[in-house]
C-alpha cells in the first residue's frame, strides 16, 4: 500500500496568519495533486505538480513539490475564513490508481 | 454540464440488505473510482477502473462489488451491508491529461 502522510491534521488560526501544511510519501509520485473539500461536497482540484522542485501558485495559495518528488507542501498566505476546509493531496504513482492522503483539516477564526 | 452525478444520496440500510451506488460521467473519461470517506479520514480508494472492461481492487475492496457498464457508468454493489460500511461513498472520473479527478456529489449511506 502505498500511504500518503498529511500533516497537521488538524490547524486552527486567526485569519491573517500564515500556515503550511505537508504532504509525505516514501515512494515517488508521477503527479502529485492538491484538492480542497467544502463540508456535503466532493474534493475540488487546486493544482497538480508534476515535476521535481516545481513551485506553482493560486493567488495565496503556494505550492511546492519536492525535489525527490515523494513529498509537497502547501503555504497559505494572510489565511481567510474562506479558506477553511479539508484540504487533501493525492498521489498518482503511475499506475492510474489515485491514492487520497489523511487530509489537514483548516479553520480560520476570523 | 453535468459532470459525475452519484445516485442516491442519502440512503439508510438494515444490516444484511443490498443495494446499488450508481455513477456516471459525460466527460468521456476511460479512469473511474470509488472511494469512502470515514468521519477525521481521508478519502480511501474502494476499486477502480482504468477503462470500460477492467477493474481492480483498491485499498479496501472487501464487501463490495463493481460493474463498468461502459465507458460512463460505474457502479458499486454492497452485497450484505454491514454497519462498519456506514460512510459516505464518493465516485470519481479522471482526466488523464492532469491527473485532474473529479467528483460526485457523494452518497451519505447508514447501516442500522
Known amino acids: 500500500t502505498q500511504l500518503l502522510e498529511q500533516s497537521p491534521q488538524f490547524l486552527s488560526i486567526q485569519e491573517g496568519e500564515n500556515l503550511t501544511v505537508y504532504c509525505n510519501s516514501s515512494s515517488v509520485f508521477s503527479s502529485l495533486q492538491w484538492y480542497r473539500q467544502e463540508p456535503g461536497e466532493g474534493p475540488v482540484l487546486l493544482v497538480t505538480v508534476v515535476t521535481g522542485g516545481e513551485v506553482k501558485k493560486l493567488k495565496r495559495l503556494t505550492f511546492q513539490f519536492g525535489d525527490a518528488r515523494k513529498d509537497s507542501s502547501l503555504h497559505i498566505t494572510a489565511a481567510q475564513p474562506g479558506d477553511t476546509g479539508l484540504y487533501l493531496c493525492?498521489?498518482?504513482?503511475?499506475?492510474?490508481?489515485?491514492?487520497f492522503g489523511t487530509g489537514t483539516r483548516l479553520t480560520i477564526i476570523p | 454540464n453535468a459532470g459525475v452525478t452519484q445516485t442516491p444520496k442519502f440512503q439508510v440500510l438494515k444490516t444484511g440488505q443490498s443495494m446499488t451506488l450508481q455513477c456516471a460521467q459525460d466527460m468521456n473519461h476511460n479512469s473511474m473510482y470509488w472511494y469512502r470517506q470515514d468521519p477525521g479520514m481521508g478519502l480511501r480508494l474502494i476499486y477502480y477502473?482504468?477503462?470500460?472492461?477492467?477493474?481492480d481492487k483498491g485499498e479496501v475492496p472487501n464487501g463490495y462489488n463493481v460493474s463498468r457498464l461502459n465507458k460512463r457508468e460505474f457502479s458499486l454493489r454492497l452485497e450484505s451491508a454491514a454497519p462498519s460500511q456506514t460512510s459516505v461513498y464518493f465516485c470519481?472520473?479522471?482526466?488523464?491529461?492532469?491527473?485532474?479527478?473529479?467528483f460526485g456529489q457523494g452518497t451519505r449511506l447508514t447501516v442500522v
Open positions: 477502473s482504468a477503462s470500460e472492461g477492467t477493474t
Open positions: 470519481a472520473s479522471l482526466r488523464l491529461w492532469n491527473t485532474e479527478a473529479f
Open positions: 493525492a498521489g498518482d504513482f503511475g499506475n492510474e490508481k489515485l491514492t
